[in-house]
């Protein structure tokens, strides 16, 4: 992993950051993006602090503005000579904004994917190369208090599943992600005063789901960046999706009610 090159979206806090120090303690060079520059050049301070000032820096970039995405992988690619890695983790849940949920969560994914796969491995010239999409446990089940931001997670596996399965031979770039359950961030807090953090208001909806959170429990982001890195690190997988919980790490299978069908099919 030393010397090779990252670029994390929304990672200002929560689970890009601690995908960014994981990263920067293998010795990985990562481009810190967020949309929020008070916390992203607090978190580069922190973090240039304890790894050096060469090896990290951010960069304001809003993921869902089409140049503004492409003009920072371009950025990278000036002050490090490449990407290797590319995590598309910009997420918000916003059922009231709908458009915009979508728009971060789904669209730009999309579209990172898409640039990954042209600036990194054979198509830019560079050895093998790893975009992992940070989906959710809604990436396969309903979750009732937030449709659309399952909608927007379920795309995001599928399309990760779909783009990853050609993507190692045509571009030697694999394509994963990962589906964590509850993570200790700012996201859970549903928060109405924060405008990107407005899951249902329906209480009805929401009050069971709250007493899920000692069910399930509540993972810190940097138990799920152990998992990250594996999969990073993991050359062989491209097109999965991998879920986790506190108590395991399993891989999904898609589509889920059609195994067989997916078994005969995943190779074409
Ligand atoms: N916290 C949780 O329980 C879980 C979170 N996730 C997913 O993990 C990812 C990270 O979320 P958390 O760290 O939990 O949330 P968080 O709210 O702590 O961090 C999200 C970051 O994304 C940034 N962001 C939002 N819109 C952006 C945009 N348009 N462009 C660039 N950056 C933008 C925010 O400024 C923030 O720094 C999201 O995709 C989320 O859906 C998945 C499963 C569970
Ligand atoms: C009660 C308020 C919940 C606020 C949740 C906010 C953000 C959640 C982000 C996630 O990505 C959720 C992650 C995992 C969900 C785990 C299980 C979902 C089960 C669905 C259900 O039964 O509601």
Redesign the pocket.
Known sequence: MEGKVAVI??A?????RAFAEILLREGVKVCL????TE?GRRTEKMLQEKYSNDRVFFMK????VDTELESTLNHVIERYGGIDILCN????INEMDWKKTVA??LS?VIHGTLLGLRYMGKAAGRPHGVIIN?A?VPGAVPMSYGPVYTASKQGVVGFTHSVGFLSPNLNDVCVNCLC?T??N????KCDESAP?FVCSRDAQLVEPSRKMFDEVGIMGPEEVAESFLELVMNESLSGAGFLITRASKSLLRMPLELPELFDKYSSL
């Open positions: 979206t929304g200002a806090k929560g689970l890009g993006c967020d949309i929020n916390n970039c809003d993921a869902t983790n910009a997420g918000i971060v969560n730009a940070i959710s964590p509850f993570v961030a700012d996201i859970l990107d």
